[in-house]
């Protein structure tokens, strides 16, 4: 069922550009690059939230990890792209290894609070290192390097986003439709069940916790590019709650409920600036009518009118 409209959806955004660059508007492009990391960061918590059970207030620390990791390197005198991105992957691999660790040691809003705690300490760390730009952030000299293709260009920057974006849902949904993504929704339903049949809770959980810190991270590395620029706000706390306010909004525990919540949540702050400096209480208005009216988030009730426009 859902080929029936993601097809179509692929199809639309691979023609955005020519689009966009025909009726003059080529800010479009470098908008929907930036939906369509979001989307990926998104993507990442929804895997731990929605399928895992696991409430991280502290998701934002591995995108901004990964994005510094980029910046840092290319300081350095590293452009390859791959090596950049890839190293961006590992990094903040490692670090959700190491607070996932910790704080997979405890349940509920302990878990909750300790993964708040390790991000804020990450982004005071962040902002005391003056060499990197403190609070002020840092600079990218130039977008990384990728053979034969200049992403330079913005054109050529969001397909290659784009790719990403699709190899990274590709590999989340063969992931959660394998044996280990199985087990973790069972994990999410009963946890004290599944410990009770031999499963290594805690592993999966942790493995689970390291595979979303590295699609953070990429997500990250994307941003960097997109932006030139790199700060400690990228891993402030209310990041991390505006990735959790996409995910409920396109739908915990959906697959496509991360891509959705960030188009429908970036779309809105895009048109909303427009009109008026408060554009968060428009938003968060949505937001409350969302968990009122559809508590499953927006894929569930698209997936509803799907249903029932059949014949």
Same mark, same amino acid.
Not at 30 to 45: E, G, P, V
Not at 160 to 169: D, G, K, M, T
């Given at each position: 069922? &859902?080929?029936?409209?993601?097809?179509?959806?692929?199809?639309?955004?691979?023609?955005?550009? /020519?689009?966009?660059?025909?009726? $003059?508007?080529?800010?479009?492009?470098? %908008?929907?690059?930036?939906?369509?990391?979001?989307?990926?960061?998104?993507?990442?918590?929804?895997?731990?939230?929605?399928?895992?059970?696991?409430?991280?207030?502290?998701?934002?620390?591995?995108?901004?990890?990964?994005?510094?990791?980029?910046?840092?390197?290319?300081?350095?005198? /590293?452009t390859d792209a791959w090596v950049l991105w890839l190293a961006a992957m590992l990094v903040s691999a490692l670090l959700a290894l190491l607070i996932g660790a910790i704080?997979?040691?405890? &349940?509920g809003v302990y878990f909750i609070m300790i993964t708040l705690a390790f991000a804020q300490m990450i982004y005071y760390l962040t902002v005391s290192i003056k060499t990197?730009?403190?609070?002020?952030?840092?600079?990218?000299?130039?977008?990384?390097?990728?053979?034969?293709?200049?992403?330079?260009?913005?054109?050529?920057?969001?397909?290659?986003?784009?790719? /990403?974006?699709?190899?990274?849902?590709?590999?989340?949904?063969?992931?959660?439709?394998?044996?280990? $993504?199985?087990?973790?929704?069972?994990?999410?339903?009963?946890?004290?069940?599944?410990q009770a049949l031999g499963y290594a809770v805690y592993r999966y959980k942790l493995c689970a916790f390291v595979m979303a810190g590295a699609l953070a991270g990429l997500?990250?590395?994307?941003?960097?590019?997109?932006?030139?620029?790199?700060?400690?706000?990228?891993?402030?706390?209310?990041?991390?709650?505006?990735?959790?306010?996409?995910?409920? %909004?396109?739908?915990?525990?959906?697959?496509?409920?991360?891509?959705?919540?960030?188009?429908?949540?970036? %779309?809105?702050?895009?048109?909303?600036?427009?009109?008026?400096?408060?554009?968060?209480?428009?938003?968060?208005?949505?937001?409350?009518?969302?968990?009122? %009216?559809?508590?499953?988030?927006?894929?569930?009730?698209?997936?509803?009118?799907?249903?029932?426009?059949?014949?």
């Amino acid at each position: 069922m &859902q080929w029936r409209w993601s097809l179509p959806a692929l199809l639309l955004l691979v023609a955005l550009p /020519v689009m966009a660059n025909a009726v $003059g508007e080529s800010f479009y492009i470098a %908008l929907a690059s930036r939906i369509l990391i979001f989307a990926l960061a998104a993507t990442s918590l929804n895997f731990i939230l929605g399928f895992g059970g696991m409430v991280s207030f502290g998701h934002a620390a591995f995108v901004g990890i990964g994005a510094y990791t980029v910046a840092i390197l290319t300081q350095m005198g /590293v452009t390859d792209a791959w090596v950049l991105w890839l190293a961006a992957m590992l990094v903040s691999a490692l670090l959700a290894l190491l607070i996932g660790a910790i704080s997979l040691r405890t &349940q509920g809003v302990y878990f909750i609070m300790i993964t708040l705690a390790f991000a804020q300490m990450i982004y005071y760390l962040t902002v005391s290192i003056k060499t990197y730009g403190g609070d002020d952030g840092l600079s990218l000299a130039a977008r990384s390097h990728i053979a034969f293709i200049d992403i330079n260009d913005d054109t050529s920057f969001y397909y290659v986003v784009l790719a /990403v974006c699709v190899a990274s849902l590709c590999a989340v949904t063969h992931a959660l439709n394998a044996r280990f $993504g199985h087990v973790l929704q069972a994990i999410r339903e009963n946890e004290v069940r599944m410990q009770a049949l031999g499963y290594a809770v805690y592993r999966y959980k942790l493995c689970a916790f390291v595979m979303a810190g590295a699609l953070a991270g990429l997500a990250g590395a994307l941003l960097a590019n997109q932006s030139g620029f790199v700060s400690p706000a990228l891993m402030q706390w209310n990041q991390s709650g505006l990735l959790m306010m996409m995910v409920i %909004l396109g739908g915990v525990g959906h697959l496509y409920g991360g891509v959705w919540g960030a188009v429908v949540f970036l %779309l809105l702050e895009e048109t909303l600036s427009h009109f008026t400096i408060h554009w968060q209480l428009g938003l968060g208005a949505l937001l409350l009518l969302v968990v009122l %009216l559809a508590p499953n988030g927006l894929t569930r009730v698209l997936q509803r009118v799907q249903r029932e426009s059949q014949p």
